[in-house]
């Protein structure tokens, strides 16, 4: 019977997902530990490379999974478990603390440093990459800086996605980032600028016009393509930032102006998302 388990377990755990797989591997062990976030704390810095502990452990809080000691790389490993609004608390949200931090001398360290971590986010090297953005001076420490990569998927930016390495001393101590999974975005065959910027103002007619009433745009709006989240999907979008003036026609006078960021899916002209920006 007990062979049997350990098979069954085995066989389960292999075709797991990394954080998952951790977690169970930590759960099977038998070294689940009951105590909270805080009163780990008292026995040792969380936030810090643990080196007092050996096993691994497993402790739930507030929206926060944090795996202790889970392999030979890192001392801790953070997911937020929750989604909600707030950034930090979304499930694809991760914090990893290196054991043995990595030397920040050489060139190229960066991508090299990347690579500890794409095993543990399901990152695809054929499709995905991440991409320089910026290096951030920490303003009290002149050894202390973060540099961020953005998220691109099929050489297309995933908004709102992006890893950052914190180097300190000249050795990466630290990722943390968001990230979603098995990406797969269809992005061949897009509407133009021009007919994506046409459904858009068709919208906000459709919501503010009157028989009394005009609404005029300007010839061009300003946008940007790329991926966004929308809900819980993730398509190739037109994000436009448009304004409008309301005329009223008898008068030959202003009444109101509008702004909308609009998201239009890029492949089938659909409004996808209008966030009301203004009301003057």
Known sequence: ???????ITFGCNKHLQPKEALLAQNQNGN?????????RSKNFDLKSNNKLSTKPD????????????????????WWG??????????????????KEPIT?????????ALKFVFPYIDFNVEIDEYVYRNKIQDPKEVSKYVKLFDLYHKNIQVHGYSIAITVENEKVIKFH??????LNVEINNPINATEAYELSKKYIELKHSTDSTLLEFPKQADYVMGIYQIDVAYPY???FNISAKEKWLEKEAYLMGYGYYLYVNAITGEILRADDMMLY
Do not use: R
Request: a negative charge; charged letters at 25%; aromatic letters at 16%.
């Open 1 to 7: 019977m007990c062979l049997l388990f350990l098979i």
């Open 31 to 39: 070294s689940q530990k009951n105590e909270t976030l805080d009163e």
């Open 58 to 77: 497993t402790i739930f809080e507030q929206g926060w999974m944090k795996i202790g000691n889970p392999n030979d790389k890192f001392s801790s490993m």
């Open 81 to 98: 478990t929750q989604t909600n609004d707030g950034y930090k608390s979304s499930h694809n949200y991760f914090e990893f603390y290196l």
């Open 104 to 112: 920040a001398k050489d060139e190229g360290f960066e991508q090299k």
């Open 177 to 182: 980032g968001k990230y979603e999974p098995n």
């Open 237 to 239: 979008v037109y994000k």
